[in-house]
């Protein structure tokens, strides 16, 4: 099985989407190919991706939109002329908390995949994930096990663990409680708190403000 990884970030190697990949790769015996939307000419990529057997592609969801980068790949595609010979999976991180945000992107995904002649493996789906690159790595302890065990599972049985699946989609949607939580005027202090700390170490605090398309 020759599987290769792509990585669908604008950040390329920097960022959530990278550590991902690199704690799906943990669970691996051997290391699998990782290639660089951002550094690559979309229309060779996807000539060269038919020397695959299958394709893992991990990207952020940033709102409801999937990277430009990746959009821009996707027009380059073309359906390949053997039925199901490539299989093709998709790893999204989000950081809206719920996995909900990003289901009318898995629909389109698999749409995708049908029309390409591609086998879907499916969608893995993990929200909250926005600060994973930013605080200390064992606040998210549970999540990297889970993406370790997802790549064992993968490397053995050449698909995706239903089960990992479903319990990194986990919550699918916020119950009322959450909402209310997230509400609250303390949860809403903090999370202001923490977007400031992230703009001043970007040097763009002062600008927080403009309205460059007014």
Same mark, same amino acid.
Not at 47 to 73: F, Q, R, S
Not at 76 to 93: A, E, S, W, Y
Not at 161 to 186: A, H, I
């Given at each position: 099985?020759?599987?290769?990884?792509?990585?669908?970030?604008?950040?390329?190697?920097?960022?959530?989407?990278?550590?991902?990949?690199?704690?799906?790769?943990?669970?691996?015996?051997?290391?699998?190919?990782?290639?660089?939307?951002?550094?690559?000419?979309?229309?060779?990529?996807?000539?060269?991706?038919?020397?695959?057997?299958?394709?893992?592609?991990?990207?952020?969801?940033?709102?409801?939109?999937?990277?430009?980068?990746?959009?821009?790949?996707?027009?380059?595609?073309?359906?390949?002329?053997?039925?199901?010979?490539?299989? &093709? %999976?998709?790893?999204?991180?989000?950081?809206?908390?719920?996995?909900?945000?990003? !289901? $009318?992107?898995?629909? /389109? +995904?698999?749409?995708?995949?049908?029309?390409?002649?591609?086998?879907?493996?499916?969608?893995?789906?993990?929200?909250?994930?926005?600060?994973?690159?930013?605080?200390?790595?064992?606040?998210?302890?549970?999540?990297?096990?889970?993406?370790?065990?997802?790549?064992?599972?993968?490397?053995?049985?050449?698909?995706?663990?239903?089960?990992?699946?479903?319990?990194?989609?986990?919550?699918?949607?916020?119950?009322?409680?959450?909402?209310?939580?997230?509400?609250?005027?303390?949860?809403?202090?903090?999370?202001? &708190? %923490?977007?400031?700390?992230?703009?001043?170490?970007?040097?763009?605090?002062?600008? !927080? $403000?403009?309205?460059? /398309? +007014?």
């Amino acid at each position: 099985m020759k599987t290769l990884i792509l990585n669908g970030s604008p950040r390329a190697d920097h960022g959530n989407t990278q550590l991902f990949i690199d704690h799906f790769q943990s669970g691996l015996t051997r290391p699998l190919s990782v290639r660089y939307i951002l550094r690559e000419n979309p229309e060779k990529l996807a000539l060269e991706m038919h020397d695959y057997d299958t394709i893992l592609l991990v990207m952020p969801l940033y709102i409801h939109a999937m990277p430009g980068i990746v959009m821009k790949l996707f027009e380059k595609l073309k359906p390949h002329p053997t039925n199901h010979k490539i299989k &093709i %999976g998709f790893i999204v991180q989000a950081g809206f908390i719920e996995s909900s945000t990003a !289901r $009318f992107l898995e629909q /389109y +995904l698999s749409s995708l995949a049908n029309r390409l002649n591609y086998t879907y493996l499916g969608t893995v789906i993990k929200g909250d994930a926005a600060a994973c690159s930013i605080l200390p790595h064992f606040f998210f302890g549970k999540l990297f096990k889970q993406l370790k065990a997802l790549g064992a599972y993968y490397e053995k049985n050449g698909s995706f663990n239903p089960l990992l699946v479903t319990k990194l989609g986990y919550p699918v949607d916020l119950s009322k409680f959450q909402v209310r939580l997230l509400e609250s005027p303390l949860v809403k202090r903090l999370n202001q &708190i %923490g977007w400031n700390w992230i703009l001043k170490r970007n040097g763009c605090f002062e600008n !927080r $403000f403009d309205q460059p /398309y +007014l």
